[in-house]
């Protein structure tokens, strides 16, 4: 499945990896949830333990590669790259 094909299914979990204060003063997307790329290790089996697909982004989406090649090292089946975050609640 592509990440379009993702988005129309509507199932799906999201991950911000963007810091706190980048959510505070950029904004962000509703029912995303907040897991910095710093923690992304130490809460991978939180992450992992989601039964549906993972899309993860941050502000311009390369943190959010980063913390998808780690979790697909881990494990993770179906992830996936989001990108930047206002290009991606524009598809939303």
Do not use: H, T
Not at 31 to 50: F, H, M, T
């Amino acid at each position: 499945m592509s990440l379009a094909d993702v988005l129309q299914s509507g199932n799906y979990e999201l991950i911000d990896v963007r810091e706190p204060m980048e959510l505070e003063m950029d904004g962000n997307i509703e029912g995303a949830k907040n897991i910095p790329l710093g923690e992304v290790e130490d809460r991978k089996d939180e992450i992992l333990s989601i039964e549906k697909p993972v899309i993860l982004f941050c502000r311009s989406g390369n943190r959010s590669g980063k913390a998808l090649e780690y979790l697909n090292s881990q494990g993770l089946k179906e992830g996936y790259n989001g990108g930047g975050w206002a290009e991606l609640k524009s598809q939303l």
